[in-house]
């Protein structure tokens, strides 16, 4: 029986599987790079092993530490959590050729499953609809071409090894294919140590409908209903919800029975997630099997009551599964959203530094948050950004929203850009109220959903200028009297006037007595203002220097985020047209083409391929042209 557990992963999944087994009894090890050091899920662990390094090539994507890891803490069994190594069959081999457990299916259903291309063949023979598209071995740009030019565009690029949007590229026309090819086959590299890649056609407007599977080592395999995962950006999923809303009891029988049918044609054993693109007219077509715990289990958990990872420790124990299908319940509605450190208004860049504030929404009935960071900690570049997860779960689907919405308009994060506000935006719009999923929502609800920055108004700037003066008033704890700007004169009547600065906007507030009273937080010489679903960062100004730091920016192109430079696509003297691509960018195991903002000629360029920059340097000068 396993007594002691390894996490081969970071973040809230870490976390997240720490807890039940730290519920089971089971002793915790966890590893961490360099940069994780301090990090949640290192200081949750009862004992932690310092891999080192800060790229994952250096430390959660190598094999030979893990190991060693797991070894030389006297771990008898490894998880994996998802991404990094979860669906590595070499991995999984090396964790049982150690003597070790290995908490997830056998490696040859890893194999298996593990290449897409392989697993389209498989399905086709257990009787699974496929969507068209090429699967093959070769990755040259020419074979490809004939094969989009066979199907007909639009395709979509996936990487064969890995999910999550990493590897991931629309290709409209036939045009952008080697553009498109060349830069999916690095991101598969970068995130999963595989560049192949595989084309299929890509279907317009269908949801993404995904069954979680579970088998046991007896022969025993059940499905544990569905989840919607339509919601998605950049082809990675921000909301998921249990059950899929409108699915006939025959089309979810029929999609359960066809996702046992994929395990067991590959001899599957534990946690497994079958995916599938379904159209409008009930059809359903295989996509993928995740042969891992997926983000989103909880909805699961949520509706059937279970717990997905002490299944999985059971399972890796030996147990037969504890129920059959016939028993597998469902009650009520699970919605879950992805809190991600990044830049909904800006193409959802990626975030980094620190959490100035993190305050999560308040315990209660039907509310979850898996997390994996504190206030304070530091969000790397180095990793996928993803915070958290929010979960509400309600009676029936309606009340999970509401319930959902109140968590959110709850959480208070600063420091750094998310997309909290992003979030309430989708679940409140009437659109998802009313279910009206499919994988473009976030596209044609764009307008609403990122609607363009507005000035501040009035009421805010003076609500700000009272919390910035008077602490006491914003919530602040017993305010040192000392601390307070109230602008007393002798003989005169008070007045009160501040400089601040918020969002790029700047203003010069004179205080009125009929100022709104809003929730502040001070950190340091930061005020963090709730108000209109979103917490501002609010900082003092010298409207001279203001003015300096301007004339010194126009002209040039700044790293937006923290980052790895991969490409410089231009020369010092070249002229570019506005739009054009200068410099790629990779953060998070996602690449950024960064483009020039106008017409011009390159003066400069400040930065090198292979060179991590900084959010905020100076990249590449652009004189305009006339």
């Not at 999916?184 to 970068?190: D, F, G, I, V, Y």
């Not at 029988?253 to 379904?278: H, N, P, S, W």
């Not at 930061?526 to 900082?539: G, N």
Request: aromatic content about 6%; proline content about 6%.
């Amino acid at each position: 029986m396993i007594g002691s557990l390894l996490v081969a992963n970071r973040g809230e999944i870490a976390c997240r599987i720490m807890r039940t087994a730290k519920a089971l009894g089971l002793r915790t090890v966890a590893v961490h790079s360099a940069v994780d050091a301090q990090a949640r899920h290192s200081r949750e662990a009862d004992e932690r092993v310092d891999l080192g390094g800060s790229v994952a090539a250096e430390n959660y994507l190598c094999i030979d530490k893990l190991v060693a890891a797991a070894l030389h803490s006297g771990a008898q069994a490894v998880h994996p959590g998802y991404g990094f190594l979860s669906e590595n069959a070499d991995f999984a081999r090396a964790v049982e050729a150690a003597g070790l457990i290995f908490i997830g299916p056998p490696a040859a259903a890893i194999d298996a499953m593990g290449s897409k291309a392989a697993a389209k063949a498989l399905m086709a023979q257990a009787g699974v609809p496929l969507v068209p598209g090429y699967h093959d071995e070769r990755q040259d740009l020419q074979t490809f071409r004939q094969a989009a030019a066979r199907i007909g565009y639009p395709v979509l690029l996936k990487a064969t090894a890995g999910g999550g949007g990493k590897g991931m590229k629309v290709v409209e026309q036939a045009e952008q294919l080697a553009d498109a090819l060349a830069s999916a086959q690095r991101e598969a590299l970068a995130a999963f140590g595989d560049g192949r890649v595989l084309l299929e056609k890509y279907l317009l407007q269908p949801r993404h409908v995904e069954i979680q599977v579970f088998a046991d080592r007896h022969g025993h395999c059940l499905y544990l209903n569905e989840r919607d995962c339509s919601i998605q950006r950049r082809h990675q999923k921000v909301v998921e919800e249990a059950p899929a809303p409108g699915l006939a009891p025959a089309l979810r029988k029929a999609m359960g029975e066809a996702a046992v049918r994929a395990a067991q044609a590959i001899g599957y054993v534990g946690a497994g997630t079958v995916e599938f693109l379904l159209d409008a007219r009930g059809e359903f077509f295989f996509m993928e099997m995740n042969t891992r715990l997926q983000v989103e289990h909880p909805v699961t958990e949520a509706i059937t009551g279970l717990d997905l990872v002490a299944w999985q420790i059971d399972v890796a124990n030996g147990k037969p599964l504890p129920i059959t299908q016939g028993q597998v319940a469902a009650h009520g509605h699970a919605i879950e959203v992805r809190l991600y450190a990044e830049d909904p208004q800006h193409g959802f860049l990626p975030a980094s530094g620190p959490l100035r504030v993190y305050r999560e929404c308040a315990p209660g009935p039907g509310r979850r948050v898996d997390s994996g960071v504190a206030e304070g900690d530091e969000v790397s570049p180095y990793y996928d950004p993803m915070l958290g997860k929010l979960v509400a779960w309600g009676e029936d689907r309606e009340q999970a929203r509401r319930r959902l919405l109140s968590m959110l308009d709850e959480f208070r994060i600063g420091g750094l850009r998310t997309n909290l506000a992003f979030l309430r935006g989708i679940i409140a719009h009437p659109a998802f109220a009313s279910a009206e999923l499919d994988t473009g929502f976030i596209p044609r609800h764009q307008a609403q959903l990122l609607p363009p920055a507005e000035p501040l108004s009035e009421a805010f700037w003076q609500a700000a200028a009272r919390a910035w003066l008077n602490p006491a008033q914003a919530g602040e704890p017993n305010p040192s009297p000392w601390a307070q700007t109230l602008g007393w004169r002798a003989g005169l009547p008070t007045v009160q006037v501040v400089s601040l600065s918020c969002a790029g906007q700047n203003q010069t507030v004179r205080l009125r007595a009929d100022a709104a009273v809003a929730e502040g937080i001070h950190q340091g010489s930061t005020l963090y203002l709730h108000w209109a679903h979103q917490l501002h960062a609010i900082t003092h100004y010298d409207p001279a220097a203001q003015a300096t730091r301007a004339e010194q920016a126009e002209g040039g192109l700044a790293a937006p985020m923290n980052g790895n430079v991969v490409q410089v696509l231009v020369a010092k003297g070249q002229k570019v047209e506005a739009g054009a691509p200068l410099v790629v960018l990779e953060a998070m195991k996602m690449e950024h083409a960064l483009r020039a903002p106008r017409a011009g000629e390159v003066a400069d360029i400040h930065c090198k391929e292979g060179e991590m920059v900084e959010e905020g340097r100076l990249l590449v000068e652009l004189l305009a042209t006339p």
